[in-house]
Structures are given as C-alpha cells and as structure tokens.
C-alpha cells in the first residue's frame, strides 16, 4: 500500500488503528521508503527522537504510487504579421505541454514529456507500468534524494535530461506535494559536469510540479 494509505486505514476502526499506528510498522515503512530514496542508504533514526513516526512525518521525501507530480507550462506566442499570414486577426496562438515524474519505491521514475492532459496520460503510464509496454513519450529513470535537494536523470532517445528540484513539506497538494524546479540540464553524453562540451542548462518556468492523486496510479 502507499504510504499515504496507512492514515485512512487508521480511521477504519479502533483495531485497524491500533495496528497500523505503532513504531513497528512506522519503521517498515521508513526502510521502503529512505533506504531506497536516500543517496546515503541510512536512516539516522536518532536524529528524530528515536521515533520513525516522527521522521516520517518531517523528513523529506517523494510520494510513491497513488499519483505522480505534475508541471503544466503554457505559453502565448506572439503573431509575427506580414504578407503572408493566414492566422485571423483576435486568433491566439498557445502551446501548452506537461512534464510527468511517476516515482516508485526502488529508486525508479517513469519521466514524460507531452502534450497530453493528465487524463489521457495516467492511463498510459500506468499500462507501461503494468503492462511493460513502450509508450512514446515516457521513459524510465533513476532519483536521488538528499535532505530537501531531489536529483531525477533519464535518458531519452536524443539526449540525457537532468532536474535539480527541491521538495517543499507542505503545500496545498499535501506534505512533499510540491517539487520546485531549480535546474535543467541535457546532454548528449550523459556528462553533467560543468566542464562538459555538450552540456546545456535551459531556463526553468517558474511552475511547481504538484501531486495529483489518482486510484489509478
């Protein structure tokens, strides 16, 4: 079960409660969730009162199953008239495209980049989940988390793509709902250093991704 799913089942009933809440299971799901997110492998329980229900509920991390984080960037593009263009005047003329980061509990991200709605598109990343099908416009990746700095690299067919991204606690969307974008990097060679020749750093918009939940996923 997601982890997010241990709190509804502690308002089941007063026995669902009582199993569900106790440092046994807190630990079990600190072990799914840090020793494979963490750069360092480590828990440092010690640094928490000795509680995982505590480290759990402020220790940063990225949320796993029940729904992926989301970025939708839309931009206007301005009309550039001369003799030759057919666009009718009042018409606007805006390209809109989302970015998906789909996170599992092994260290893996299912990464997409298209203009398909969260609705077209959760379908699909769950059949290339499920199902071990190729969709065009997803890939697989790995992520890293270290205190709130978050890294995700993925390959793609014509490049490498890197994120530098920081995971806010709270936020709208729920603890650890929102990941700000900080760096975007490609490179053909799959060398991020700063020396590299084919490395290229793009501008960032200023969008968050935001989870958005889904009994799907």
Same mark, same amino acid.
């Given at each position: 079960?997601?982890?997010?799913?241990?709190?509804?089942?502690?308002?089941?009933?007063?026995?669902?409660?009582?199993?569900?809440?106790?440092?046994?299971?807190?630990?079990?799901?600190?072990?799914?969730l840090?020793?494979n997110?963490?750069?360092?492998k480590?828990?440092?329980?010690?640094?928490?009162?000795?509680?995982?229900?505590?480290?759990?509920?402020?220790?940063?991390?990225?949320?796993?199953?029940?729904?992926?984080?989301?970025?939708?960037?839309?931009?206007?593009?301005?009309?550039?008239?001369?003799?030759?263009?057919?666009?009718p005047?009042?018409?606007i003329l805006?390209?809109?495209?989302?970015?998906y980061?789909? &996170?599992?509990?092994?260290?893996?991200?299912?990464?997409?980049?298209t203009? *398909? =709605?969260?609705h077209?598109?959760m379908? /699909?990343? @769950?059949?290339?989940?499920?199902?071990?099908?190729?969709?065009?416009?997803?890939v697989?990746?790995?992520?890293?988390?270290?205190?709130?700095?978050?890294?995700?690299?993925?390959?793609?067919?014509?490049?490498?793509?890197k994120?530098e991204?920081?995971?806010?606690?709270?936020?709208?969307?729920?603890? &650890?709902?929102?990941?700000?974008?900080d760096?975007?990097?490609?490179?053909? *060679? =799959?060398?991020?250093?700063?020396?590299s /020749?084919? @490395?290229?750093?793009?501008?960032?918009?200023v969008?968050?991704?935001?989870?958005?939940?889904?009994?799907?996923?």
């Amino acid at each position: 079960l997601p982890v997010e799913m241990y709190g509804t089942l502690a308002l089941v009933s007063p026995h669902w409660k009582y199993v569900t809440r106790t440092e046994s299971v807190y630990k079990r799901l600190c072990e799914r969730l840090y020793l494979n997110q963490s750069k360092r492998k480590q828990l440092h329980v010690s640094r928490f009162g000795n509680s995982y229900r505590k480290m759990l509920e402020i220790r940063p991390r990225v949320r796993t199953a029940g729904g992926c984080y989301i970025l939708k960037y839309a931009q206007v593009k301005k009309i550039q008239r001369d003799m030759w263009t057919e666009i009718p005047v009042g018409a606007i003329l805006e390209t809109i495209y989302y970015r998906y980061m789909y &996170f599992q509990e092994d260290g893996r991200v299912l990464y997409a980049l298209t203009p *398909s =709605a969260p609705h077209v598109m959760m379908p /699909r990343l @769950l059949r290339v989940c499920l199902q071990r099908v190729r969709d065009p416009a997803a890939v697989w990746g790995t992520y890293q988390v270290q205190k709130n700095h978050l890294t995700v690299v993925a390959s793609q067919d014509w490049t490498n793509v890197k994120f530098e991204l920081t995971i806010q606690q709270f936020s709208s969307h729920g603890k &650890f709902g929102v990941l700000k974008l900080d760096r975007h990097l490609t490179s053909a *060679s =799959a060398s991020f250093e700063d020396w590299s /020749r084919d @490395l290229v750093e793009y501008k960032v918009p200023v969008e968050e991704f935001s989870f958005i939940s889904s009994s799907r996923l």
